[in-house]
T-cell receptor, first 113, second 112 residues
Framework: DAEITQSPRHKITETGRQVTLACHQTWNHNNMFWYRQDLGHGLRLIHYSYGVQDTNKGEVSDGYSVSRSNTEDLPLTLESAASSQTSVYFC????????????FGPGTRLTVL | DQQVKQNSPSLSVQEGRISILNCDYTNSMFDYFLWYKKYPAEGPTFLISISSIKDKNEDGRFTVFLNKSAKHLSLHIVPSQPGDSAVYFCAASSDSNYQLIWGAGTKLIIKP
């Protein structure tokens, strides 16, 4: 069955370190998204990609970067982790059509000390 | 400026009764509205959707109503069951791009 996976599921890191969160989908979807979820804010878009070599900034992109070298993967990098980036991170993918329905991974809980 | 709003952070409903979750939006250009359900430690999962050209969509115990003039939609769950306890997110999208615009979520608690 097609799926979307995230790794690691939990990560503790220190302020200033570089961290990369992995996202891998086997849906063969063109569109991929990274969100963070914080209490009271719902899901906020960090970065998104509509295809290989395409990346775009979302509403909370400062301090984050992504790259899309193939259809399946969209890794999220925190260049220099800050305590404000402690959050739960979700990756999602979609194809055009079907109401723009997105399929989500299980999430990564990141703690920056 | 929040384009999609869920004004109730939480809602408590007796098992077997109707749960009504509300969502308001400001952008009249939205073409689709979706509801997602999220359990703790899991990603959101799609529940039900509605096109802006319709005013009702039903799927089993779940019905979504859309009132375009009021820019308001609601999700009805009848009857409510303990497994419905979760956070529900309302989202909106348009044909012009693939993004979803999300509400802040409502935590539904079903009491036995």
């Amino acid at each position: 069955d097609a799926e979307i996976t995230q790794s690691p599921r939990h990560k503790i890191t220190e302020t200033g370190r570089q961290v990369t969160l992995a996202c891998h989908q086997t849906w063969n979807h063109n569109n991929m998204f990274w969100y963070r979820q914080d209490l009271g804010h719902g899901l906020r878009l960090i970065h998104y990609s509509y295809g290989v070599q395409d990346t775009n900034k979302g509403e909370v992109s400062d301090g984050y970067s992504v790259s899309r070298s193939n259809t399946e993967d969209l890794p999220l990098t925190l260049e220099s982790a800050a305590s404000s980036q402690t959050s739960v991170y979700f990756c999602a993918s979609s194809n055009s059509g079907r109401y723009n329905e997105q399929f989500f991974g299980p999430g990564t809980r990141l703690t920056v000390l | 400026d929040q384009q999609v709003k869920q004004n109730s952070p939480s809602l408590s409903v007796q098992e077997g009764r109707i749960s009504i979750l509300n969502c308001d939006y400001t952008n009249s250009m939205f073409d689709y509205f979706l509801w997602y359900k999220k359990y703790p430690a899991e990603g959101p999962t799609f529940l039900i959707s509605i096109s802006s050209i319709k005013d009702k969509n039903e799927d089993g115990r779940f019905t979504v109503f859309l009132n375009k003039s009021a820019k308001h939609l609601s999700l009805h769950i009848v009857p409510s069951q303990p497994g419905d306890s979760a956070v529900y997110f309302c989202a909106a999208s348009s044909d012009s791009n693939y993004q979803l615009i999300w509400g802040a979520g409502t935590k539904l608690i079903i009491k036995p």
